[in-house]
């Protein structure tokens, strides 16, 4: 019997507390998949992750010492601080074996194979058995019995996703999966060139506001193999046997190039579920693409141009800027209105932006379109109007955080005069630098690109210290929803404070029988005097005389022995002096 334990922390421990009310809503179907690789004597397990009510979930396991612990993204209290950061795809090396206790049972040696498993986090399940060290719930799993697969060109395929361009960690990035169609086992080249030329060189090399973005980016590729090249012509009669059955459409869509949607995302969940946006491309020599839950492009007419337009409508839902004048549909969208007085895009045009005016011809007749003939939702080879890249813009920031990471200092709980580094990690566009904004309990404190801010708590109590994040950019005159700022906050609990200018302070008891108490601040190291005289100037006693080090300072002074009256005390730090009265009173 093989098992392997896997400690699921966070989710399922809420998962009991709503079991225990009655009336709770039903839970949506939760299940963590597991891709394991049998190895020899090592099983290990090649990624993790949380199915929820069949979508893709915002959660993410992450190892945790040798554990999987879920965690939600943005969660709130202490797993706020500790943001998940990697993705489990790449936590390859973890081997689960009998000495960690985490694997019982005997393992035979195994031919290398992998099995996909997707495991209900239902206790009580078949194949779970619940025990709770540490406190934790721990899901087993019986392995003996796994149907395991080899790696196939097609039928029970394990689609493997491969990273092409990443430029951080998915959890804060749009992760695009790309994979093919009427690709045969011997175009598997043609495919890795067409990812490269058709999608990563023109979009996230060339076509603004991708470029800028395109560190907001990481791009996946899926080698699916089909046993025939090309896609469906219908019209021709023409059918193949392609793995995600391409097929263009009847006349008049002749160019609407589309894809079996269901197999399409059923690759994606295997390949990599974690993904945001599929592209497909199609190794056709027809000009044809669409776009919607997929952006479909064949390979070889104007095929960037296709994609980047067909992308346009799926990430950014932007409608066609040409005129269909039979279009039985009136729908609006960023980039198409039935004002015509006051379209969505007024600022742009109250900005000047040359050509920017509500043209009619958007979609359907009856709408208007912001640009006069530049946008490539119009038609192909133009950029990106001035309101389409707007709209492209926030919605990449929308789906990302502007930091990748922040400070989290190891306590909160800090000493008056103790700075304390603060960072924030940037996203970084290829053209510009977000600022950061640094203010202490609301008072700006510096602004600038480095992410980076010292704190020097001087008061005790609570101190409140924001990062401000903002993309100036440019592409963005309104921004309604915030997309393009965001901001981080510590709360800091300060104790004791700081001096900061030279003073003395009023002796207490005043006046006073024998003895009273002279508070002096020191704010830099300094030579100190601190002397005590009586109504004619002559001094009574010296009380300090000394170089200090920066801080509040107190001296007693007792009068047993002088008689009543008033007496003065003196304070000299270089060029600070200062001196006050006192009384004895008997
Ligand atoms: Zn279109
Ligand atoms: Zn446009």
Redesign the pocket.
């Known amino acids: 019997m093989k098992r392997i334990s896997i400690l699921v922390a966070g989710t399922f421990a809420c998962f009991f507390t709503s079991l225990a009310q009655t009336d709770a809503p039903r839970q949506p179907l939760e299940s963590i998949r597991l891709v394991i690789e049998f190895s020899g004597e090592n099983v290990e397990v090649l990624e993790a992750s949380i199915i929820e009510g069949g979508n893709r979930s915002q959660k993410s396991l992450r190892t945790v010492n040798g554990w999987f612990r879920v965690e939600e993204l943005g969660g709130s209290g202490e797993v706020l601080l500790g943001r998940p950061f990697s993705d489990p795809r790449i936590h390859v090396a973890h081997s689960v074996d009998l000495a960690t206790g985490l694997l019982s049972g005997t393992l035979a040696q195994l031919p290398r194979e992998i099995a996909v498993v997707t495991v209900p986090k239902v206790p009580g399940a078949a194949g779970l058995r619940v025990v709770a060290p540490n406190g934790f719930p721990l899901l087993q799993l019986d392995i003996s019995s796994l149907e395991r697969k080899r790696f196939r060109k097609s039928g029970n395929a394990l689609w493997l996703a491969e990273p092409v361009m990443v430029t951080g960690e998915h959890e804060n990035r749009i992760d695009l999966l790309v994979m093919g169609d009427g690709y045969t086992v011997s175009d598997t080249g043609r495919f890795r060139n067409d990812v490269s030329s058709v999608l990563i060189q023109p979009m996230f090399r060339a076509k603004s506001p991708f470029r800028e973005y395109a560190g907001f980016f990481n791009v996946y590729m899926v080698t699916v193999i089909s046993n025939e090249r090309g896609a469906d012509h219908p019209d021709a009669g023409i059918v193949r046997d392609t793995e995600l059955d391409a097929s263009y459409g009847l006349p008049p869509l002749e160019r609407l190039l589309t894809c079996n949607t269901q197999k399409v995302l059923a690759v994606a969940d295997e390949a990599f579920p974690q993904y945001d946006h599929i592209m497909v491309l199609v190794n056709d020599s027809t000009y044809g693409g669409s776009g919607g839950q997929i952006a479909v492009s064949a390979n070889t007419v104007l095929p960037d141009e296709v994609l980047i337009h067909e992308f346009?409508h799926s990430f950014a839902n932007?409608l066609d800027?040409y005129l269909v004048t039979n279009s039985p549909v009136a729908a609006v969208g960023p980039?198409c209105d039935q004002n015509e007085s006051s379209p969505l895009w007024k600022h742009w045009i109250q900005a000047g932006s040359p050509g920017v005016g509500a043209f009619p011809g958007c979609w359907a007749p009856n709408l208007f379109?912001?640009?006069f003939e530049?946008?490539?939702?119009?038609s192909l080879l133009l950029p990106?109007?001035?309101?389409?890249?707007e709209h492209i813009t926030r919605a990449i920031n929308e789906a990302v955080e502007l930091y990748d990471s922040y400070t989290i200092p190891p306590s909160m709980n800090v000493q008056a005069g103790d700075s304390a580094g603060l960072s924030v990690e940037l996203m970084r566009p290829a053209d510009h630098a977000l600022t950061a904004t640094w203010s202490v309990d609301g008072i700006v404190q510096k602004s600038d690109t480095t992410g980076r801010f010292t704190y020097l708590p001087l008061d005790s109590g609570g101190h409140r210290v924001t990062a401000v994040i903002r993309d100036p950019g440019g592409f963005v005159l309104a921004d309604p929803a915030g997309s393009m700022t965001e901001s981080i906050e510590w709360v800091f609990q300060v104790t004791g404070s700081v001096v900061r200018s030279f003073a003395l302070k009023q002796n207490y008891p005043n006046p006073f029988n024998p003895g009273t108490t002279i508070v002096l601040d020191v704010p830099k190291a300094a030579h100190v005097r601190l002397a005590v005289y009586d109504l004619l100037g002559r001094q009574i006693e010296v009380l300090i005389d000394d170089d200090l080090p920066a801080g509040p300072y107190s001296r007693e002074w007792d009068a047993t022995g002088s008689p009543s009256g008033v007496y003065f005390y003196r304070m000299e730090a270089g060029e600070f002096v200062e001196t006050r009265k006192m009384l004895v009173a008997r």
């Open positions: 346009g932007l800027e980039n379109r912001p640009t530049n946008c490539i939702m119009k990106f109007c001035v309101v389409c890249r």
